[in-house]
C-alpha cells in the first residue's frame, strides 16, 4: 500500500507536482522524510505538516475488512473475483479462474506453452463481462521477445469465431493490449513502478510479465557473493508492488517462471543454483560430479519467491502430443492435474486422459518435480517398448 501514488491520497494537484519536483511520488517517499524535511519541501507549517502526514497515511494503511463482506462482494459481482480460462475443468477446481487480487505463476520448461497461455488469457480479458471476460484493457511486459501479435489474432479467431466475425472487431481487441519489451531487471522494476497510473488510465483489468526469471537469470550469477541477496531484494520489491497493485485494483497479475534444477543428494546445495543452461542436463540423472539420479527440475527463482505468488500453475510434458497442467498451489484449490493439446485456438483440455502416473512428491510446490522433454520422451519409448518385453517374458516363462 505504501506505493500507492500521492495523486490517488487525495492531496492537491499542486501539492503534488510541487512534490514530484524533489522526487517524491509516492506514499512511501513522502512519509519516509521527517516533519523538517516535509516542512521544507511542502513550504507548509508544521501544524499543516502534521494534517497532511495524517492523510497520507490513512490513504495508503490497509482497509480492515471482514470475511463476509470479501464474501459479499464476490457473490455480488463475480466477475471481480476471478478471470475464466475456458478451461472448464480447471475453472472448476480453481473456484471460477485465475484469481483476481493476487498473484498467479505459470512455469514450465521451453516449449509447453506459457506463452500460448498467456496470449490466450490476454484475449479472455478483453470480453466482454457477459462471456466471462473482464473487458478490460492488458498490459504484457515481454522480457523474452516472445510475444506475437499474429498468434493473438489466431487464438481469438479461432476460439471466439462468432464474436470475432470480422477483421474489425479482431484489431479493436488488439488495441486493447499493451505491449512492452523490457530486458533489464531496472527496466522492469520501472515499468512496474509507473504501472497504477497506466492501470487507471487505460482501464487495465490484466497484468502480465513473460517472464520475471527471464531477466533475473541473465543479470544475477548466484554463485557470485552478495549476487543472492541483490536478487531477492529486486524480487521482493517486484512482488510486493505487484500484489499490491493486484489488491488495489481487483486484478489479476500473471507471472510466468522458467525451470531450474533442484539437487537431491551430496551437500545441501540450494535450488536456482545451477545456470540455466546446466538444468535439462543435470534433470536427465547426470551432475557436476558425474553420478547419476541426483538432480530433478523444478519451478525456478528458489523457495523465497514460491510464497510470493499466491497460486503456481506447472505445465509439462506428458507424451509427445500432450502436455499436462498442475495446480501445484492454491489458496483454494487441491493438488489437481490436467491434461492438454496446444491448438490454434490455444489450450484444449483433454479430460479422458488417464491420470494413474500423477507424481506428487511432498506438500512444497516450491519443489515438486517438473518433466522435461527428454523425460516424457524416455517414457513413453519405454512404455511402447513393455508389450513385446512382457510377451518375451511369458514365451520364455513357459519354454521353461
Not at 329 to 335: D, G, M, R
Request: hydrophobic letters at 35%.
Amino acid at each position: 500500500m505504501a506505493a500507492k501514488k500521492l495523486r490517488r491520497a487525495q492531496l492537491s494537484q499542486e501539492m503534488c507536482e510541487r512534490l514530484s519536483r524533489y522526487q517524491i511520488t509516492t506514499c512511501q517517499d513522502f512519509l519516509c522524510l521527517s516533519l523538517l524535511e516535509l516542512m521544507k519541501v511542502t513550504g507548509q507549517s508544521y501544524y499543516e505538516v502534521q494534517k497532511l502526514l495524517c492523510k497520507v497515511s490513512r490513504a495508503c494503511a490497509p482497509k480492515m475488512q471482514t470475511a463476509y463482506e470479501m464474501k459479499l462482494r464476490k457473490s455480488v459481482n463475480p466477475s471481480s473475483a476471478f478471470l475464466s480460462t475456458t478451461l472448464h475443468s480447471l475453472d472448476r477446481v480453481l473456484h471460477g479462474g485465475v484469481p483476481c487480487g493476487s498473484l498467479t505463476e505459470i512455469t514450465s520448461p521451453p516449449g509447453c506453452g506459457k506463452t500460448q497461455f498467456c496470449i490466450m488469457l490476454s484475449v479472455l480479458a478483453t470480453l466482454p463481462v457477459s462471456m466471462g471476460g473482464l473487458d478490460g484493457a492488458v498490459i504484457y511486459i515481454d522480457t523474452e521477445s516472445a510475444f506475437s501479435a499474429e498468434r493473438l489474432i489466431e487464438i481469438a479467431a479461432n476460439r471466439f469465431p462468432t464474436y470475432y466475425d470480422s477483421d474489425e472487431k479482431l484489431l479493436c481487441m488488439t488495441r486493447s493490449i499493451h505491449l512492452y519489451r523490457e530486458l533489464t531487471c531496472c527496466s522492469v522494476l520501472k515499468r512496474i513502478m509507473s504501472l497504477e497510473e497506466e492501470i487507471i488510465l487505460k482501464k487495465v483489468k490484466l497484468v502480465i510479465i513473460d517472464s520475471v526469471a527471464s531477466v533475473v537469470r541473465k543479470e544475477f550469477d548466484t554463485k557470485l557473493q552478495g549476487n543472492l541477496a541483490e536478487r531477492s531484494n529486486f524480487l521482493n520489491r517486484g512482488a510486493s508492488v505487484l500484489k499490491y497493485l493486484a489488491e488495489e485494483f481487483s486484478i489479476p497479475v500473471i507471472l510466468t517462471n522458467q525451470i531450474t534444477t533442484a539437487l537431491s543428494s551430496g551437500p545441501g546445495l540450494r535450488a536456482d543454483l545451477v545456470s540455466p543452461d546446466d538444468d535439462l542436463s543435470l534433470s536427465e540423472g547426470s551432475s557436476v560430479s558425474g553420478k547419476r539420479d541426483s538432480g530433478y527440475v523444478t519451478a525456478a527463482l528458489g523457495n523465497t519467491w514460491s510464497h510470493s505468488v499466491n497460486t503456481r500453475l506447472i505445465l509439462q510434458y506428458h507424451d509427445l502430443p500432450t502436455r499436462q497442467l498442475l495446480v501445484a498451489k492454491s489458496p483454494v484449490a487441491p493438488f489437481s492435474t490436467f491434461f492438454y493439446t496446444i491448438e490454434k485456438s490455444g489450450l484444449i483440455l483433454q479430460d479422458l486422459k488417464d491420470q494413474t502416473n500423477l507424481v506428487w512428491e511432498g506438500t512444497n510446490p516450491a519443489l515438486q518435480p517438473i518433466r522435461v522433454r527428454n523425460t516424457a520422451l524416455k517414457d513413453t519409448l519405454h512404455d511402447a517398448a513393455l508389450p513385446s518385453t512382457t510377451g518375451e517374458t511369458s514365451r520364455n516363462t513357459s519354454n521353461l
